[in-house]
T-cell receptor, first 115, second 109 residues
Framework: GAVVSQHPSWVICKSGTSVKIECRSLDFQATTMFWYRQFPKQSLMLMAT?????????EQGVEKDKFLINHASLTLSTLTVTSAHPEDSSFYICSARELQGYEQYFGPGTRLTVT | DAKTTQPTSMDCAEGRAANLPCNHSTISGNEYVYWYRQIHSQGPQYIIH???NNETNEMASLIITEDRKSSTLILPHATLRDTAVYYC??????????FGKGTMLLVSP
């Protein structure tokens, strides 16, 4: 149980375009979802936290207009990287926490490369 | 949440026990010790967690000192597939997981 999926697993896009990453909780309802970013040889950094039906809360230094997060249902959250630039190339990982739960379950990650 | 200190890297021979230490001297009474690992280019994988008692599951054992200021994750028979970055995280039940730099464990034949 407690499986989180991400789609796509990897994506290449051109500079200036937008790309959407989906995060789904497959067998539980996730009231809260988290988005992390990981640059090569670095640790995971929390970008934002989203609660179903509410606006996301972004960490300091993360541009909310650039990284659009939608959490419209209890099983789906999306991260859209708008006007992507090469420096946005990174490994994006989502995590979900179930209703009335404390544990976070992680997705497999999405590798974004912006050319 | 309390800060943790882990060695940057460790080596282990395949088949031997891997003992990964973690210091968390500022841990509070309601904070748990969690261990995750991340194999290259994958999402973090939960290993084990505990409050004050030692814990064991099918993956590993967690030994927490009596004063709770440090802990050790034990992989009893390390395999090549255990090569990963291991993260020790201290958190209260409702807090978000925050990752430090972790320990890079290299298991060699």
């Amino acid at each position: 149980g407690a499986v989180v999926s991400q789609h796509p697993s990897w994506v290449i896009c051109k500079s200036g375009t937008s790309v959407k990453i989906e995060c789904r909780s497959l067998d539980f309802q996730a009231t809260t979802m988290f988005w992390y970013r990981q640059f090569p040889k670095q640790s995971l950094m929390l970008m934002a936290t989203s609660n179903e039906g509410s606006k996301a809360t972004y960490e300091q230094g993360v541009e909310k207009d650039k990284f659009l997060i939608n959490h419209a249902s209890l099983t789906l959250s999306t991260l859209t990287v708008t006007s992507a630039h090469p420096e946005d190339s990174s490994f994006y990982i989502c995590s979900a926490r179930e209703l009335q739960g404390y544990e976070q379950y992680f997705g497999p990650g999405t590798r974004l490369t912006v050319t | 949440d309390a800060k943790t200190t882990q060695p940057t890297s460790m080596d282990c021979a395949e088949g031997r026990a891997a003992n990964l230490p973690c210091n968390h001297s500022t841990i509070s009474g309601n904070e748990y010790v969690y261990w995750y690992r991340q194999i290259h280019s994958q999402g973090p994988q939960y290993i084990i967690h505990g409050l004050k008692n030692n814990e064991t599951n099918e993956m590993a054992s967690l030994i927490i000192t009596e004063d709770r200021k440090s802990s050790t994750l034990i992989l009893p028979h390390a395999t090549l597939r255990d090569t990963a970055v291991y993260y020790c995280i201290v958190r209260s039940p409702s807090s978000t997981l925050t990752f430090g730099k972790g320990t890079m464990l290299l298991v060699s034949p």
